[in-house]
């Protein structure tokens, strides 16, 4: 029998196509069934991972993000529309949330109690990414008590210049700093394992390797990980990025279709992260249910369209580089 390689595991096509039907509740199962799912092209009756939009503002304007192109009014989802969405989410076997979208979520000011809220309904996993500004005390204590399971803080270009290069300002660099190192004592003194404590920065072009290490080595200790990445394509704002490169790599079926859900702040559901505008939007939970939309004719029509290459004939879907849809 033919055999895949996912996971560090070899798994049998038997094998794999029976992680796509079964209930999820590890993180290895989870990581085996989103892989399971995109390369047999399975859709579960429910996704398996979602992310929603707690607020679209932000204070930055950074360059590598899209945001200042986005025509869409900017504010807070309401809290009786997230209560609605986990609801449903924990009913139907959700395993991975993650609290943000287009924006800075610790602009509503009711983010910790949500992260509460969806523990209670006993989600497995509730992460956050943060730019860290309003990472104060009190918002730190809150997460914290509420329970979330991992904390991304966002400190991107690594040094004061290329930091003050990609966000627009400087004057948050020492403050963020701060934040994270508060955050880690905090957590200590609760004597708590969670949140799991990761920084995130993107290598602005003209940091070096030794300046790479610098930062991994002050972090370390402080945090659980510490995570560089390179500049990536976002949607169409990101123009620090190669896009004529990615433009001339191959079109693969987007794996966004198959494995996640968005709920905007709105009530939109679209199935795309760079979709700053909703242009993929493919029902509203005000309408109709998470599972009838996962499952209903347009996002069908979204993955028929993708597995027959004819992609570039949807909206929101021509101009995309992502690293989702192109064989990088």
């Not at 504010?75 to 924990?90: N, Q, R, S, T």
């Not at 949330?97 to 006993?122: F, I």
């Amino acid at each position: 029998m033919t055999k895949r390689y996912y996971c560090d595991e070899y798994i049998s096509g038997a094998a794999l196509l029976e992680l796509t039907e079964r209930p999820v509740r590890t993180r290895e199962a989870y990581l085996l069934t989103l892989e399971a799912c995109y390369n047999l092209k399975a859709v579960r009756p429910f996704p398996l991972k979602m992310m929603v939009e707690s607020s679209n503002r932000c204070m930055l304007h950074c360059a590598m993000c899209p945001r200042d192109r986005m025509s869409r009014a900017q504010g807070d989802m309401p809290f009786e529309l997230f209560a609605k969405v986990v609801d449903e989410a924990a009913a139907g076997g959700l395993y991975h949330l993650s609290m943000h979208q287009h924006g800075e979520p610790l602009m509503n000011e009711r983010l910790p109690e949500m992260v509460q809220v969806a523990k209670a309904r006993g989600i497995p996993v509730v992460n956050l990414t943060t730019n860290g500004i309003l990472l104060d005390d009190i918002a730190s204590r809150a997460l914290i008590e509420a329970r979330l399971d991992t904390l991304v803080v966002s400190f991107d270009g690594i040094t004061r210049d290329a930091y003050t290069l990609l966000r627009g300002v400087e004057r948050y660099y020492d403050r963020v700093r701060d934040n994270i190192r508060r955050f880690s004592q905090l957590r200590r003194a609760y004597g708590f394992s969670k949140p799991f404590l990761r920084i995130h920065a993107l290598r602005a072009p003209q940091v070096t390797d030794e300046e790479v290490e610098a930062f991994r080595a002050e972090w370390r200790g402080v945090v659980d990980h510490v995570g560089v990445g390179e500049i990536a394509p976002y949607g169409e704002g990101n123009e620090m990025f190669d896009r004529e490169r990615g433009a001339a790599l191959a079109r693969v079926p987007c794996r966004h279709l198959w494995q996640q859900l968005i709920v905007l702040r709105t009530g939109d559901v679209v199935p795309c992260c760079v979709d700053i505008d909703g242009q993929t939007a493919v029902g509203n939970v005000y309408e109709e249910s998470l599972a009838s939309i996962w499952m209903g004719e347009r996002l069908q029509h979204m993955r028929a369209m993708h597995l027959a290459g004819r992609a570039d004939e949807l909206p929101g879907c021509a101009e995309c580089v992502d690293v989702y849809c192109r064989a990088y």
